[in-house]
């Protein structure tokens, strides 16, 4: 789960990050007033869950107050497009405004889950800004990694590591180990998956600050933080998305035109993978995980069915703990609800495969058997292509 930045900086002061002075606003008229309590020049600054919102013209500076609601009113409700949002990008409801700083450096500081190690790791570079993800591409070395044991925490040798990555000396030394210390405990307080500072700056005054913040949390962990998950913007995702996850289905909209319909997050990777090797698009990620009810199977094919884009279905089910025939009692119940008229290609192997097969058959249902994933990603392609 995402949040704003606004809602970030609120979880990180109250872990004692030192953020800068702000307050979130929905229109012009609030902009001004809280540039007029915050006494000086402020940035004001859209907020949608993607980053390069600055390239995109969502962020921008005003001297005064009256220059703040102009700006404001530039930014409320504009389409913001930048290069997470996609081409359609996302409509601005709410700011953060906040005071203008005199930055001195732009430095970077980050934690995020290494899947590979199984560990927190935190990350550290004096490049920091807009563009730390070619910085990484091309200069991975500027980039001081330290992994964290949560049995132990993090500790003052780690934090220490880390601020000297950033290029700091002296007090700043402590001030930044004091930092990242902070940072962490609000990563594990909250069960993140990625909390970020990016810039973190030094100001002209030798002061750090977390200019930008960023956080993700961990949806599993989410029972444990009414709190956080009370922070959860709808208007932020895509309806499917929002849709599928009332039924416990696990799916991300994508741009193709082949949409997936599958059980487990590595057989869904391994799905769209196949379907690219064949020339086509995933049109999504759709895991109905390994135990879904008939009711779930009929929920995940009408949001299959819902994106217009959709030209044809690719359901791929390898039948453990969801048996092939549960798998083809539902897709027969939600074809015949929603009359779809799509091209259906089924490949399944596992529990019960030949009483689902028989269903399937005996269905009366014009569905495209397929044998092994090869042969369906190329039928599913070949019919999107020719619908």
């Not at 109250?14 to 001004?32: N, T």
């Not at 200069?139 to 601020?163: C, N, S």
Request: aromatic share 4%.
């Amino acid at each position: 789960m995402k949040i704003h930045e606004y809602q970030a900086k609120a979880i990180l002061a109250e872990a004692g990050v030192p953020i800068p002075r702000g307050r979130v606003a929905a229109s012009p008229a609030e902009v001004k007033a809280v540039a007029q309590e915050l006494g000086g020049p402020v940035v004001v600054k859209a907020q949608i869950h993607a980053g390069g919102r600055g390239k995109g013209g969502g962020v921008k500076p005003a001297p005064t107050p009256e220059e703040a609601a102009q700006v404001a009113s530039q930014i409320l409700g504009m389409m913001l497009r930048t290069h997470q949002t996609g081409p359609e990008g996302q409509r601005v409801k709410r700011v953060l405004v906040e005071e203008a700083m005199a930055i001195g450096r732009e430095l970077y500081l980050g934690i995020v889950i290494d899947r590979v190690a199984g560990l927190p790791v935190c990350m550290a570079s004096a490049a920091g800004g807009m563009d730390i993800e070619e910085v990484a591409r091309t200069r991975p070395d500027a980039i001081v990694k330290v992994h964290v044991d949560p049995a132990t925490g993090i500790r003052g040798f780690h934090a220490r590591k880390l601020a000297f990555g950033l290029g700091l000396h002296g007090d700043q030394v402590r001030a930044a180990a004091d930092f990242v210390t902070r940072l962490y405990a609000a990563f594990e307080a909250k069960d993140c998956s990625l909390a970020e500072i990016n810039p973190l700056v030094v100001t002209d005054g030798g002061r750090l600050l977390a200019l930008d913040a960023k956080m993700n949390f961990d949806d599993n962990a989410l029972f444990r933080h009414p709190e956080v998950l009370a922070l959860r913007d709808l208007d932020e995702e895509s309806p499917l998305e929002v849709e599928a996850s009332k039924y416990g289905l696990n799916y991300i909209k994508l741009d193709g035109n082949v949409g997936c319909m599958v059980n487990g997050a590595g057989l869904a990777m391994a799905t769209m993978d196949i379907i690219k090797l064949a020339g086509g698009e995933p049109a999504n990620f759709l895991d109905v995980g390994g135990g879904a009810s008939a009711e779930q199977i009929e929920s995940a094919f009408r949001i299959l069915v819902s994106d217009a884009r959709v030209k044809a279905v690719l359901i791929n089910i390898f039948g453990g703990i969801l048996r092939c025939d549960r798998l083809a009692e539902g897709v027969i119940r939600a074809v015949r609800s929603l009359k779809v008229a799509l091209p259906i290609v089924i490949r399944m192997e596992g529990t019960n495969v030949e009483l689902g097969q028989q269903m399937l058959r005996e269905s009366g249902l014009n569905f495209i058997a397929a044998r092994g994933m090869r042969d369906a990603a190329a039928k599913a392609v070949r019919a999107a292509t020719a619908a």
